[in-house]
């Protein structure tokens, strides 16, 4: 028998077993939808991969990876050009997480990915909000012409949690009517104090990592100029470790336009943080 050891494919300092872990690590490569430049589907491997290079402890959390207890199934192997199925896919293996009483943290992939996740998490909670970080508003009806589109993923999951329980930070660019939807249901945030309203309610937190400035995050499929560092964004992160987490993703890393391998570096880094928080 060989005695190895063997490279480990998995997050690094994961709970090995499914059954006694509270959070399930859920790969997502699916970009489907993508509409400027695809490649997010290869970023839940090589985020693994990447993970290895972290430290498992976080000073700014002061706690270690194990501390989270959370176990990482792999990625879903979707059927490929088939949206609706794998979108599908999706939505059964989340409701199946919540099921077991366990909580999702998606790493995707495009943010389309989100809106099963939501869909699924509102079979099991009737009040609950979002907090979405990025640079798009990702608020429209549809997409030269299609409706499943990652740029109207957050409009699609108002229809399900109220657009009252949508609270958006770091968006710096959308078209006018996706502003005036911000403006008219007050989704946008600025500092801490603005998503307080939603402080006793559970909560669902979408990352996009395009909400990060194009200097820290190149690889994505849409890089927006003028974003946030990332240690605001940990600032955030810091601040929702009072919330009631009840899930989260990260999406919309595209390592092949990072030769560097820089941002996968830094995706994972948000995951390490963002977990912490749970």
């Given at each position: 028998m060989l005695k190895g050891p063997f490279l480990d494919r998995n997050w690094?300092?994961?709970?090995?077993?499914?059954?006694t872990s509270d959070i399930v690590m859920l790969g997502l490569p699916f970009d489907g939808t993508v509409?400027?430049?695809?490649?997010?589907?290869?970023?839940p491997?090589?985020?693994?991969?990447?993970?290895w290079g972290l430290e498992e402890y976080s000073p700014v959390f002061d706690k270690e990876l194990a501390d989270v207890n959370f176990h990482d199934v792999g990625d879903l192997e979707f059927p490929l050009g088939n949206t609706y199925a794998s979108?599908?896919?999706?939505?059964?293996?989340?409701?199946?997480?919540?099921?077991?009483?366990?909580?999702?943290?998606?790493?995707?992939?495009?943010?389309?990915?989100?809106?099963?996740?939501?869909?699924?998490?509102?079979?099991?909670y009737n009040d609950f909000a979002i907090i979405?970080?990025?640079?798009?508003?990702?608020?429209?009806?549809?997409?030269?012409?299609?409706?499943?589109?990652?740029?109207?993923?957050?409009?699609?999951?108002?229809?399900?949690v109220g657009a009252d329980n949508i609270k958006q930070i770091g968006i710096r660019s959308g078209m006018k009517e996706e502003w005036e939807f911000m403006k008219k249901h007050n989704t946008?945030?600025?500092?801490?104090?603005?998503?307080?309203?939603?402080?006793?309610?559970?909560?669902?937190?979408?990352?996009?990592?395009?909400?990060?400035?194009?200097?820290?995050?190149?690889?994505?499929?849409?890089?927006?100029?003028?974003?946030?560092?990332?240690?605001?964004?940990?600032?955030?992160?810091?601040?929702?470790k009072d919330f009631n987490i009840i899930g989260a993703d990260v999406v919309e890393l595209a390592p092949d336009y990072d030769s560097s391998g820089a941002s996968t570096a830094v995706a994972t880094k948000v995951i390490r943080e963002l977990l912490m928080a749970m």
């Open positions: 690094m300092a994961q709970n090995p077993n499914y059954e509409s400027y430049r695809s490649g997010s589907r290869f970023a491997e090589q985020i693994r991969l990447a993970s979108l599908d896919m999706i939505r059964e293996n989340v409701e199946q997480i919540y099921k077991e009483g366990k909580r999702v943290f998606g790493i995707g992939g495009e943010h389309l990915v989100t809106l099963p996740e939501i869909q699924a998490i509102s079979k099991f979405h970080f990025d640079a798009h508003t990702d608020l429209r009806e549809e997409y030269l012409g299609e409706e499943m589109s990652h740029s109207a993923v957050i409009r699609h999951c108002s229809k399900i946008l945030c600025h500092k801490f104090s603005d998503i307080d309203c939603i402080k006793s309610k559970p909560v669902f937190v979408t990352v996009d990592l395009d909400c990060l400035d194009t200097s820290i995050m190149p690889g994505t499929g849409t890089p927006e100029a003028g974003g946030m560092t990332f240690k605001e964004l940990n600032e955030w992160f810091k601040y929702l």
